[in-house]
């Protein structure tokens, strides 16, 4: 699991945007829906989830100490999840992982924007 400090971080940069009925994948929050794999069964649950203007915004942090291919994967599942419901999909990167979260979206056709965090 992330860092508190993050998440913080996160959802304070979240609340700055716009966002609101946040939910985060954190204690002191409620937790966000998750959605099952079919393949292998296993659950996805975003970081962080909210609302702006109406339309679902999934907020991820990335990481790049995770494997890349399941954080690709559930990114893409996220983007296109968001795309379907008029939503977004931010990809907050904390200092050091920047470089990572731009390849990882833009390797993987990702839709998503990615910020500094």
């Known amino acids: 699991m992330k860092e508190t400090e993050i998440y913080e971080r996160a959802i304070k940069w979240a609340e700055k945007h716009g966002v609101s009925?946040?939910?985060?994948?954190?204690?002191?929050?409620?937790?966000?829906?998750?959605?099952?794999n079919s393949k292998n069964d296993e659950s996805v649950i975003?970081?962080?989830?909210?609302?702006?203007?109406?339309?679902?915004?999934?907020?991820?942090?990335?990481?790049?100490?995770?494997?890349s291919s399941e954080t690709a994967s559930k990114w893409k599942l996220l983007g296109n999840i968001a795309s379907m419901k008029n939503g977004r999909?931010?990809?907050?990167?904390?200092?050091?992982?920047?470089?990572?979260a731009d390849n990882l979206v833009k390797d993987n056709n990702?839709?998503?924007e990615v910020v500094s965090l």
Not at 21 to 36: L, M, Q, V, W
Not at 47 to 65: L, N, P, Q
Not at 89 to 100: E, I, N, T
């Open 21 to 36: 009925a946040i939910k985060a994948n954190t204690d002191n929050y409620e937790r966000p829906s998750g959605f099952k």
């Open 46 to 67: 975003p970081d962080i989830t909210g609302t702006k203007r109406g339309s679902i915004c999934y907020v991820e942090i990335a990481d790049k100490s995770e494997d």
């Open 89 to 100: 999909l931010f990809v907050l990167a904390p200092r050091g992982c920047k470089s990572f």
């Open 110 to 112: 990702i839709s998503a």
